[in-house]
C-alpha cells in the first residue's frame, strides 16, 4: 500500500490550493483516506476523514466550510480542496488510511491509520 501527496506550495492568505492523495495498492473505494497535518512545533492533528464507497466526512472544526475532499476511486486518487486558507493553516499535510472503509468517531485519531504518505508543505503568507 502506498500513498503519495502532492500539491502543496505557497499561497497567499484568502487564496486556494488541491492537494492530491494519489494511492496505490488498494481498491480505493473500500478504503477511507484521513487527512492530517503538521505545522512547526505542533502536534499532528486531523483536518478530515472521507470515507469510501459515498460514507460519512467528517471535518475538523477550523476547516468546516473552507476544505473540502472528493474523490476519484477509478484514478485512485483523493483530493484536498483548501479555500480561504489563513496563516494558521499552513503545515505539512499528509494523507493516510486506516484501512477500513469507513470514518468514524476516531477519524481524527492518527494511531488508528495503517499507511500513511510523505507531506507535502502548504506555506500561507503575503
Known amino acids: 500500500v502506498q500513498l503519495q501527496a502532492s500539491g502543496g506550495g505557497l499561497v497567499q492568505p484568502g487564496g486556494s490550493l488541491r492537494l492530491s492523495c494519489q494511492t496505490s495498492?488498494?481498491?480505493?473505494?473500500?478504503?477511507?483516506i484521513g487527512w492530517f497535518r503538521q505545522a512547526p512545533g505542533k502536534q499532528r492533528e486531523g483536518v478530515l476523514c472521507?470515507?469510501?464507497?459515498?460514507?460519512?466526512?467528517f471535518y475538523h472544526d477550523s476547516v468546516k466550510g473552507r476544505f473540502t475532499a472528493s474523490r476519484d476511486d477509478t484514478k485512485n486518487t483523493v483530493w484536498l480542496q483548501l479555500n480561504s486558507l489563513k496563516p494558521e493553516d499552513a503545515a505539512v499535510y499528509y494523507c493516510?488510511?486506516?484501512?477500513?472503509?469507513?470514518?468514524?468517531?476516531?477519524?481524527?485519531?492518527?494511531?488508528?491509520?495503517?499507511?500513511w504518505g510523505q507531506g507535502t508543505l502548504v506555506t500561507v503568507s503575503s
Open positions: 493516510a488510511t486506516p484501512g477500513t472503509r469507513d470514518c468514524d468517531s476516531l477519524w481524527s485519531e492518527d494511531v488508528i491509520y495503517d499507511y
Open positions: 495498492g488498494i481498491t480505493l473505494e473500500y478504503y477511507a
Open positions: 472521507i470515507s469510501g464507497s459515498g460514507g460519512p466526512t
